[in-house]
């Protein structure tokens, strides 16, 4: 039986147009601070350092690739609210931006035609928790750094970090206009340069600009970062889901990690979505189609008929935890947060607060070392950033994570080998089995050829590729130029597992050849972990999320 290994087709970073050593151009903008993503880890980290530095008259900015702020987010989601009662003393949970509260919740494993309920496991619990929608959550934050004068520069992807010596000392966005062999059109903007004496990457899951800071400054972790793919659906349904559902088992294979969610968003919405661990096996698994599939199991067929999807879109999680996380996470005017670094506890599905917290974990250190600081210019010294990396080791975000340490990267032997040991970890706060599970990058995992299922959708509960991107609200121009790297030998088998990777359908096969439709692309990342590396591409390109 024919294999394929991911990484031997893929790429390199390109690190020579990620860190340039080239000198802000004369018009640069000059900041104290640049975040680059506006997600809940960038905004609040925004939002601390505003309040903190409100008489410093501090010049704050966050950059962000979506047209609008939210656009490109993406999560379940049920929120820990810990983090915004931090955030926001003075308000109430009501005043937040959740949909609901969550008073019940199952866990099924499923076989082919039924659901058998399983006691929750104990990181899986929520009760207490709220449902929201990040887009949502993203947009009020955005408000509130708005609020506290935090410039916000929306439709601006940073494409590389300027460096002098050692330190990071700004970035440069991306050009937009240029037509589809890359010469300047008639819209053409040139890139903008931003100076700041720190840099912030809250640039989420699969960071690129983090993989590059990271290659560039020999930043090492003792497993290399893992992902997964998660596709997801929110659908306006006539009777309102009573309680958050999880689910094991069909439709994944056994070995296979992953499983899926449903929850309810108000009365009249509810979210549901498929995540899957990158280090499958089978190169004809489909993440996108195995979510369609799974719909149509009674748990959900039931739930949703007669109603209708109202959006869709993907993402990638870091999934490594505990043992993924970079040795440090601050250098010579920079640090790193959120889902950049790694910060998603797994067994339980949740990032959204951890984020948040590094996010204001940064903002104190960034703070104290502007006000330590000898001289008012030039990039923080990474020895004053230090104390960042104790606040986040010392607090409930590396907790929480060195408990569930080994508890995904168990899985790596399948699902039933792993659902014993999980169970072990549990019962003894993650000691047995002790040590650390060794995991390779999930592009060093070789993956079977084989004939993939066939998959029809009826277009009423199931939908093909190209209509989900439609309602995913893409609307890139067409003449763009590709921002996929394509690496070496991608020959007709290597075109095919590309093809199921993407569930946006990026990637078609035509006779044995690669084609790449890249203006699909939802920036998901997926292909950046297991085959063409993800670049930004001009503002505003990409999806246009509302509710996810
Ligand atoms: C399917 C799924 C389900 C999940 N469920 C839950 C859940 O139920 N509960 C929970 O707590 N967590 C959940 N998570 C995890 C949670 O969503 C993340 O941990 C959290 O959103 C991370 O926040 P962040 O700010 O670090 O990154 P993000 O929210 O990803 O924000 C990063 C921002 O940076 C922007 N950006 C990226 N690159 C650039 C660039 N080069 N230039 C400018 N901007 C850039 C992006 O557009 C984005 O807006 C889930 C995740 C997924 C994918
Ligand atoms: S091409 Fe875009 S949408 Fe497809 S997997 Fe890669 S990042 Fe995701």
Redesign the pocket.
Known sequence: MSEILPIRHQAPLPLDRLILADAPSAEALEMDVTI????????ACAIELARLGKDDQLNIAV????ES????????????PRAFRELFPDLEDANFPFRGHVDAESVYFLTGSRALRIPTPPTMHNRGYFTAS?CEI?RWLGERAEELGVNLFAG????ALLVEGDAVRGIR??PSGLDRDGTPGTSYAPPTDVTARVTVL????R???GQAWREWRAVGSANPQIF?L???EVWEVTEPLDRVIHTLGWPLPADAFGGS?M?PLGPSQVAL?L?VGLDYHRAALDVHELLQRMKTHPLFRERLAGGTLLEWGA????EGGYYALPERRYGDGLLM????VG??DVPS????????QS?MYAARAIYAALKAGESATGALAAASLAPYDRMVDESFIVDDLRRTRNMRLAFRDGLYVGGIKAGLMVATGGRVPGGRIDMPADAEVPRRVGAPDSFTPDNTLTFGKLDAVFKSGNATRDTIPSHLIVGRDVEADVADFYTHVCPAGVYERVGDELRVNAPNCV?CKATDVLGPRWT?REGGSGPKYRLM
């Open positions: 680059v993503g506006a997600g809940p880890a960038g905004l950059l962000e690739k979506a702020l939210g656009e490109h987010n993406l999560s379940g989601a049920v929120v820990n990040v993203v601006f992807p940073v494409d966005t991306t809250a640039d989420g899951t960071s690129l600009l997964a998660g596709v997801k969610f929850y979505g995540v993402k990638t999680i870091p947060v959120g889902d950049a910060f998603v599905l949740k990032g959204i607060h951890y984020a948040m996010g920036d930004p």
